[in-house]
């Protein structure tokens, strides 16, 4: 079936590095558009990231941007956000989602991962 | 502060029906489709309601939602004691240069 499953969480330093990966199976994983969705503890969800089928664009929220990395290797059906210079505020659970629809209807996530913890603390 | 503004909590009784609205701009909202996503307690998210009014296969038609001008609304009729949940709504922002944005979410409770 489709499935998104998050790895890579974990307990790290301020001014540390984490690198999140997103297995996909169950669908062409090259065909779509992917996110990267985060939610603080006891916050509402805040997007961070997308990358396009082919890695040729992507773009990131005004608070990850110069110290987070989208990317894939469709080879591996995998997604990847490559953490730097992590912060306090940087602590959540992180999703990631497949993007589906096109221009003329929209995009939205219509599958979602279980999600990954990042804690950042010293 | 989210892009998106919804109220940060709704309730009703069994069987009623509510709304829950979703306030952007022309960026946002005004030139872009809304979904709507509901988190049950503890799990991830689930598309709900996408391009502003289809629902996706599984999604009971007791849910429904519509967009005029910069406001978007979800209905929940015949309110269940499962859809106590939180509730987001979301858009695509042309002035952030395509980012993505969320309301704060709504936490709907079932009296």
């Known amino acids: 079936q489709v499935q998104l499953v998050e790895s890579g969480g974990g307990l790290v330093k301020p001014g540390g590095s984490l690198r999140l990966s997103c297995a996909a199976s169950?669908?062409?994983?090259?065909?779509?558009?992917m996110s990267w969705i985060r939610q603080a503890p006891g916050k509402g969800l805040e997007w961070v990231s997308y990358?396009?089928?082919?890695?040729?664009?992507?773009n990131y929220a005004d608070s990850v941007k110069g110290r987070f990395t989208i990317s894939r290797d469709n080879a591996k059906n995998s997604l990847y956000l490559q953490m730097n210079s992590l912060r306090a505020e940087d602590t959540a659970v992180y999703y990631c989602?497949?993007?589906?629809?096109?221009?003329?209807?929209?995009?939205?996530?219509?599958?979602w991962g279980k999600g990954t913890t990042v804690t950042v603390s010293s | 502060q989210s892009v998106l503004t919804q109220p940060p909590s709704a309730s009703g009784t069994p069987g009623q029906r509510v709304t829950i609205s979703c306030s952007g701009s022309?960026?946002?909202?005004?030139?872009?489709?809304v979904n709507w996503y509901q988190q049950l307690p503890g799990t991830a998210p689930k598309l709900l309601i996408y391009?502003?009014?289809q629902r996706p296969s599984g999604v009971p038609d007791r849910f429904s939602g519509s967009k005029s001008g910069t406001s978007a609304s979800l209905a929940i009729s015949g309110l269940q004691s499962e859809d106590e949940a939180d509730y987001y709504c979301?858009?695509?922002?042309?002035?952030?240069?395509?980012?993505?944005?969320f309301g704060g979410g709504t936490k709907l409770t079932v009296l």
């Open positions: 989602a497949r993007e589906s629809g096109a221009v003329e209807e929209g995009y939205y996530m219509d599958v």
């Open positions: 169950g669908f062409t994983f090259s065909d779509y558009y």
């Open positions: 990358i396009s089928s082919s890695s040729s664009y992507t």
């Open positions: 022309s960026s946002n909202i005004g030139s872009n489709t």
């Open positions: 391009s502003n009014n």
């Open positions: 979301a858009a695509w922002d042309d002035s952030l240069n395509g980012q993505g944005v």
